[in-house]
């Protein structure tokens, strides 16, 4: 089975920046989203941005204008370039696979990545 991989996390003052990577063992099978997640402590894991089929993308109202999605063309490799960091935004990231839903909040699981530690000082 595909498995991915994220690299990029680590230690940043906030109003820096990070980019996140994942990278998938296989391709992804054309009908999948992908995306990334995030769970901080003691919080539920939440969707933080997601990409689609035609390349149309959506991310979470708080990271909104800070956080950019992309992908190659054959969804081999997975970004997140994110600027202006806040204290808010420490947490585990995960990127993930998976079919496409009505809700943001349910889309683009299934393959999970084993997460990398972001975390933002004040």
């Known amino acids: 089975q595909v498995q991915l991989t994220e690299s990029g996390g680590g230690s940043v003052e906030a109003g820096g920046s990070l980019r996140l990577s994942c990278r998938a063992s296989?391709?992804?099978?054309?009908?999948?989203?992908m995306g990334w997640f995030r769970q901080a402590p003691g919080k539920e894991r939440e969707a933080v941005a997601q990409?689609?089929?035609?390349?149309?993308?959506l991310y979470a109202d708080s990271v909104k204008g800070r956080f950019t999605i992309s992908q190659d063309s054959t969804k081999d490799t997975l970004f997140l370039q994110m600027n202006s960091l806040t204290p808010e935004d420490t947490a585990v990231y995960y990127c993930?696979?998976?079919?496409?839903?009505?809700?943001?909040?349910?889309?683009?699981?299934?393959?999970w990545g084993q997460g990398t530690q972001v975390t933002v000082s004040s």
């Open positions: 990409i689609y089929t035609g390349d149309a993308r």
């Open positions: 993930a696979a998976g079919p496409e839903r009505r809700e943001m909040g349910e889309s683009c699981q299934g393959i």
């Open positions: 296989a391709h992804i099978w054309s009908s999948y989203c």
